[in-house]
């Protein structure tokens, strides 16, 4: 790809780039103190991004064979991010996963997206009005991230939460993040994650992809028919900035059988009228601080 050294470490979930080249080939018994600084920096952000994506943990071997950092290494950087609070090792399984010090640094990122406290009142309302789970999402790196959620009554919960990054390919409110993006855009971000397939009615192809896309700018609304998860169907709407601009998706989530066809057109005009009182939330809070 290109000349020079590219190379990148590769993973079901996420692809990690090592800045200009790839992980060093250092001898397996190398002690990090003898790498680069930025080096050991990529490898415990990538060891970070990579242990959040497995909710049962990962062990050191694991992480050093996924992400090709020396067992030394990953064994090192493991125990300090242990020793600091962003791991924590389970002692039966030598398994490691996220420590709570990750949780206080994302409520603190999170407090800073005001559109989110914006939006609480509004996904509460669609909540007690649909019965359903309701969403909102950012587009951050390709990828669509939850930055609020309310649940919906009763026993059936939806396996999301805020902070968890989804595929925009294969979510609804991933397709209303990127439906209005530039072509070049939508393909760097498939270029960097591809399109894994989440079940057999996952979109699988770039061209199938963008005639979808298609549909979301022409309908003004983005459907996932059990494409991230087998059973459940969303349903998502653009928020729009005062510019007019894509900021954020508000998405409602539930069963095949609580979102079907007969009640889809309602859902969605609710969808949108949620949509509607968000963005004139936002364009009267610009207006105040500008």
């Given at each position: 790809?290109?000349?020079?050294?590219?190379?990148?470490?590769?993973?079901?979930?996420?692809?990690?780039?090592?800045?200009?080249?790839?992980?060093?080939?250092?001898?397996?018994?190398?002690?990090?103190?003898?790498?680069?600084?930025?080096?050991?920096?990529?490898?415990?952000?990538?060891?970070?991004?990579?242990?959040?994506?497995?909710?049962?943990?990962?062990?050191?071997?694991?992480?050093?064979?996924?992400?090709?950092?020396?067992?030394?290494?990953?064994?090192?950087?493991?125990?300090?991010?242990?020793?600091?609070?962003?791991?924590?090792?389970?002692?039966?399984?030598?398994?490691?996963?996220?420590?709570?010090?990750?949780?206080?640094?994302?409520?603190?990122?999170?407090?800073?997206?005001?559109?989110?406290?914006?939006?609480?009142?509004?996904?509460?309302?669609?909540?007690?009005?649909?019965?359903?789970?309701?969403?909102?999402?950012?587009?951050?790196?390709?990828?669509?991230?939850?930055?609020?959620?309310?649940?919906?009554?009763?026993?059936?919960?939806?396996?999301?939460?805020?902070?968890?990054?989804?595929?925009?390919?294969?979510?609804?409110?991933?397709?209303?993040?990127?439906?209005?993006?530039?072509?070049?855009?939508?393909?760097?971000?498939?270029?960097?994650?591809?399109?894994?397939?989440?079940?057999?009615?996952?979109?699988?192809?770039p061209a199938r992809f963008f005639a979808e896309l298609e549909k979301v700018g022409a309908?003004?609304?983005?459907?996932?028919?059990?494409?991230?998860?087998?059973?459940?169907?969303?349903?998502?709407?653009?928020?729009?900035?005062?510019?007019?601009?894509?900021?954020?998706?508000?998405?409602?989530?539930?069963?095949?059988?609580?979102?079907?066809?007969?009640?889809?057109?309602?859902?969605?005009?609710?969808?949108?009228?949620?949509?509607?009182?968000?963005?004139?939330?936002?364009?009267?809070?610009s207006s105040a601080t500008s």
């Amino acid at each position: 790809m290109g000349t020079g050294r590219q190379d990148a470490v590769q993973h079901p979930e996420r692809i990690f780039y090592s800045g200009g080249g790839a992980w060093p080939r250092a001898s397996r018994s190398m002690p990090l103190r003898n790498e680069s600084p930025s080096i050991a920096v990529e490898r415990a952000l990538a060891i970070l991004e990579d242990v959040s994506h497995h909710r049962d943990g990962m062990t050191n071997a694991e992480v050093s064979r996924r992400l090709g950092i020396p067992k030394s290494s990953a064994s090192y950087i493991l125990r300090t991010l242990e020793k600091r609070g962003y791991l924590r090792r389970q002692v039966e399984t030598g398994r490691y996963r996220l420590g709570l010090k990750v949780l206080s640094l994302g409520r603190e990122v999170l407090a800073g997206f005001e559109i989110g406290d914006l939006a609480l009142p509004i996904l509460r309302a669609v909540v007690e009005r649909t019965q359903l789970t309701a969403h909102l999402a950012i587009l951050d790196h390709g990828e669509a991230v939850y930055i609020a959620k309310v649940d919906a009554p009763g026993f059936i919960k939806m396996d999301t939460w805020v902070g968890r990054r989804m595929f925009v390919h294969s979510t609804s409110v991933g397709k209303a993040l990127v439906a209005a993006l530039p072509r070049t855009e939508v393909e760097a971000i498939l270029r960097q994650h591809g399109l894994k397939k989440r079940t057999p009615k996952t979109i699988g192809t770039p061209a199938r992809f963008f005639a979808e896309l298609e549909k979301v700018g022409a309908q003004g609304y983005a459907v996932d028919d059990e494409e991230n998860s087998l059973g459940a169907r969303c349903l998502a709407v653009p928020i729009f900035d005062v510019l007019g601009r894509v900021v954020a998706a508000m998405g409602i989530s539930g069963t095949t059988t609580q979102i079907d066809e007969a009640h889809t057109s309602k859902l969605v005009e609710l969808l949108r009228d949620a949509a509607r009182r968000l963005t004139r939330q936002l364009t009267r809070t610009s207006s105040a601080t500008s």
